[in-house]
């Protein structure tokens, strides 16, 4: 009866595979074709976006990759204000989103992590930076609209990211005081 029930158990939670199928997402609206930025580098990572707090978990899969859009957004906020001397390279980018359908209007909650390294006129600091952003969303089931809500929540969170690396620059330059 035992075997019965475990692999009953198994025979269901192996349908559940679907909820895991990779959803893409393009990231063109906010990835703009520019010059490369060699003080700004953002090393690739993994591009996967586990979404969770929906029928199951769902793994969102940007294109271009999601380094490429954190990288163009850290560059949109940056380089208004570069100066000489100044070099950022992060690396160990991730995201994951949480979405929770309780909360009125649902809402896409995104962490995200970078390990970066500013450079400014000689000083160097390595930090790792976590923040997060989240969105009102339309939700339901397994899906809610990918294409609007990650690459919104990247920007945001991106920005998050380039505010505390500017603060970053600015206390560790001393000319900037």
Same mark, same amino acid.
């Given at each position: 009866?035992?075997?019965? +029930?475990?692999?009953?158990?198994?025979?269901?939670?192996?349908?559940?595979?679907?909820?895991? @199928?990779?959803?893409?997402? $393009?990231?063109?609206?906010?990835?703009?074709?520019?010059?490369?930025?060699? /003080?700004?580098?953002?090393?690739?990572?993994?591009?996967?976006?586990?979404?969770?707090?929906?029928?199951?978990?769902?793994?969102?899969?940007?294109?271009?990759? +999601?380094?490429?859009?954190?990288?163009?957004? +850290?560059?949109?906020?940056? *380089?208004?204000?570069?100066?000489?001397?100044?070099?950022?390279?992060?690396?160990?980018?991730?995201?994951?989103?949480?979405?929770?359908?309780?909360?009125?209007?649902?809402?896409?909650?995104?962490?995200?992590?970078?390990?970066?390294?500013?450079?400014?006129?000689? =000083?160097?600091? =390595?930090?790792?930076?976590?923040? $997060?952003?989240?969105?009102?969303?339309?939700?339901?089931?397994?899906?809610?609209?990918? *294409?609007?809500?990650?690459?919104? +929540?990247?920007?945001?969170?991106?920005? @998050?990211?380039?505010?505390?690396? /500017?603060?970053?620059?600015?206390?560790?330059?001393?000319? $900037?005081?």
């Amino acid at each position: 009866m035992n075997r019965v +029930l475990a692999v009953a158990a198994i025979a269901v939670l192996s349908g559940c595979g679907a909820a895991n @199928d990779k959803v893409p997402v $393009r990231l063109d609206t906010i990835v703009a074709a520019g010059p490369a930025s060699p /003080w700004l580098t953002v090393e690739p990572a993994g591009n996967i976006v586990p979404v969770t707090g929906l029928s199951g978990t769902v793994k969102v899969e940007p294109s271009p990759a +999601l380094t490429a859009g954190v990288e163009a957004q +850290l560059r949109k906020a940056l *380089q208004p204000k570069y100066y000489t001397d100044l070099i950022v390279g992060c690396r160990g980018v991730e995201a994951a989103v949480v979405v929770d359908r309780e909360a009125v209007p649902a809402t896409a909650t995104m962490d995200l992590q970078a390990t970066c390294r500013v450079t400014s006129r000689g =000083s160097v600091v =390595s930090k790792v930076y976590k923040v $997060r952003q989240a969105v009102a969303v339309k939700a339901s089931g397994n899906d809610m609209d990918y *294409q609007t809500a990650i690459p919104h +929540l990247i920007e945001l969170t991106s920005q @998050d990211v380039a505010a505390q690396i /500017w603060a970053t620059a600015g206390s560790i330059d001393t000319s $900037r005081k």
